[in-house]
């Protein structure tokens, strides 16, 4: 079925660092990647999100890139502060359902 | 814009009762809402998908019968826990698409906490 693998599952950075969290999709229909950020306890919140026929969007610190032929998709946050420290989780899904096929996250520890 | 709420935040029951959480769409019509449930430290998983005025659609594994969900309006959809055990304690989060603008985006709603003893 429909997968998406999710690295690293813990990420710690400096203060000010650049993280990278990448994500990898089985379904090549999917057309539509949202990336959320969800703290303890919280409602997932979208942080940015690409369709398939970009390459890349960038909004502040925050950009993702996609590449459809390998299947790759990946989040790259810049100049980190620790109120970015939270779970990540990237979604891939096919156009028409609708449905997200989640990642399995990434806990990011922003150390000061 | 585009806030889903979800009722109640946290609910405490026997085992053996049901439980009904409600998900509303505040400032858009939801064309579909999901239904996910989330173990601590774990992804979320979608349990099903519901249409306004359809039945819902469920994921492989998830019983339909214990799991009954309602979407009467473009507004609320409901998900009633049945014959709630343990083992159905989890966080239960709502989702929402509309139906202009960002159709992909789904908005996600608070959460509900629920613990069966």
């Known amino acids: 079925g429909e997968n998406v693998e999710q690295h690293p599952s813990t990420l710690s950075v400096q203060e000010g660092d650049s993280a990278v969290i990448k994500c990898t999709y089985s379904?090549?229909?999917?057309?539509?990647f949202p990336w959320y950020k969800q703290e303890l306890g919280k409602r997932p919140q979208l942080i940015i999100d690409?369709?398939?026929?970009?390459g890349e969007k960038k909004d502040q610190r925050i950009a993702v890139t996609l590449n459809k032929t390998a299947k790759h998709f990946s989040l790259h946050i810049t100049e980190t502060q620790p109120e970015d420290s939270a779970v990540y989780f990237c979604a891939a899904s096919r156009g028409g359902t609708y449905k997200y096929i989640f990642g399995t996250g990434t806990r990011l520890k922003v150390l000061a | 814009g585009a806030v889903v709420s979800q009722h109640p935040s946290r609910v405490i029951c026997k085992s053996g009762t049901s439980v009904k959480i409600e998900c509303r769409s505040l400032?858009?019509?939801?064309?579909?809402m999901f239904w996910y449930r989330q173990f601590p430290k774990q992804s979320l998983m979608l349990m099903a998908t519901?249409?306004?005025?359809?039945?819902?659609?469920?994921e492989q594994g998830v019983e339909k019968d214990k799991f009954l969900i309602n979407h009467a309006s473009l507004t609320l959809s409901t998900l009633t826990v049945t014959s709630a055990h343990p083992e159905d304690s989890s966080f239960y989060i709502c989702s929402a698409r509309g139906s202009s603008g960002r159709t992909d985006t789904q908005y996600f709603g608070p959460g509900t906490r629920l613990t069966v003893l």
């Open positions: 379904d090549s229909a999917s057309n539509y």
């Open positions: 400032d858009f019509q939801a064309t579909t």
């Open positions: 519901s249409n306004e005025g359809s039945k819902a659609t469920y």
């Open positions: 690409i369709r398939s026929n970009v």
